[in-house]
């Protein structure tokens, strides 16, 4: 069977998605696409040769007959609406992060999904389907390393547009972090507080470059992640758990190692699609076999719920530069 995919955004990611939909993957095809820039979704469709119908508005390419799944990846505050309407029509959709871009949003979506009666959305959380996050995780249940005490992570993109604010640190970048550390170490976080050390001289009036994200989770482990997203040498991902008998590190993506001119060396991605490439492709795969088996496995709207209300206590603390409390409410038996 052959899956028909509507895709609601034809930018960066929505483009590659697309490709990634008609050339990398099986199982599916793209039938319908939108953008509320028609010329660009038209110009997506006749660059990558695809046979897709361009529709006038994504509630239009939703409820369109041949359409069985959606992709959202439009612009972050048109998400809930899309994917809500995804549900109220009954199909699996895909959302980019955010899911929502608050967590009262995130929790709309929670609601609808349980109302429905079944998983109907998986967010585009890649991380955990990314062989090196995977191999760790691997580490840390095997017990190997004991118990994780402390989290020492990065996050350092080369630079970043004028348009980046200090809060978007936060709700586009560290919102990783807060899906893919909680997954890690099978843990929820209780606080967050965030300091800023001096400022690089490459940032701008809007942003506060770079942040420290102190968060406590509900056994005690301390995790720190620095985000810093002018860093000028390399889009960099790091990741240290230190456990009671041992270390355990985020292996670097493989790279050459080059001796040469009296230098030991080895190249660092600088754009993030690379990075994570792989990951991308795993996750889309496994929406489209979530999908034909009637079983979606990937983060849930849940994880996507637990990270906006992490984002939002990190968002506070950014101005208060207070320890704020991070309360997620139990987990419903539905996502269990
Ligand atoms: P982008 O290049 O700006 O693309 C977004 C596209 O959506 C633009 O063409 C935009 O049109 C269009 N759009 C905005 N509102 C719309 C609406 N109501 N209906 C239909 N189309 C609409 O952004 P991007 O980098 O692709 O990011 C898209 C989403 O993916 C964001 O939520 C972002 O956080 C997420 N993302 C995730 C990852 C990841 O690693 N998982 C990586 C990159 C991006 P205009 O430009 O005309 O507004």
């Not at 959380?125 to 190997?144: H, N």
């Not at 482990?221 to 456990?243: A, M, S």
């Amino acid at each position: 069977m052959t899956l028909n995919i509507g895709v609601i955004g034809t930018g960066a990611i929505g483009r590659d998605h697309i490709r990634r939909l008609s050339f990398a993957l099986s199982g599916a095809r793209v039938v319908a696409v939108n953008d509320i820039n028609a010329e660009q979704a038209r110009d997506v469709v006749t660059q990558l040769g695809i046979e897709a119908e361009v529709y006038a508005s994504g509630q239009e390419l939703i409820e369109a007959g041949n359409v069985q799944a959606v992709l959202v990846t439009s612009w972050g505050p048109s998400h809930e609406a899309f994917v809500l309407a995804a549900i109220a029509a009954g199909k699996p959709v895909f959302c980019e992060k955010p899911l929502a871009v608050t967590a009262e949003g995130c929790r709309r979506i929670v609601d609808a999904e349980i109302a429905a009666g079944r998983r109907l959305v998986q967010v585009g959380f890649m991380r955990p389907f990314d062989q090196g996050y995977r191999a760790l995780k691997t580490v840390i249940d095997s017990g190997e390393i004991g118990a994780p005490l402390m989290l020492h992570c990065a996050h350092r993109n080369p630079h970043v547009s004028e348009a980046y604010g200090t809060g978007m640190a936060i709700t586009d970048t560290l919102i990783h972090e807060l899906d893919v550390l909680r997954w890690l170490i099978d843990d929820d976080y209780v606080s967050a507080q965030v300091v800023f050390p001096r400022a690089t001289r490459h940032t701008h009036a809007q942003l506060r470059d770079p942040q420290i994200v102190l968060l406590e989770t509900a056994k005690g482990v301390r995790i720190d992640v620095e985000v810093f997203v002018n860093c000028k040498y390399g889009y960099d991902i790091q990741c240290e758990v230190v456990g009671e008998e041992g270390i355990a590190r985020l292996p670097e993506p493989s790279s050459v190692q080059l001796r040469s001119a009296a230098r030991l060396s080895t190249g660092i991605l600088m754009d993030w699609k690379d990075r994570f490439i792989d990951a991308y492709d795993v996750e889309l795969q496994a929406f489209i076999k979530g999908v034909t088996d009637g079983q979606l496995t990937g983060p849930s709207a849940w994880n996507g719920y637990a990270a906006a209300v992490a984002g939002d206590a990190c968002n506070l603390a950014q101005v208060s530069g207070r320890i704020e409390p991070i309360e997620l409410p139990s987990r419903p038996a539905f996502y269990n």
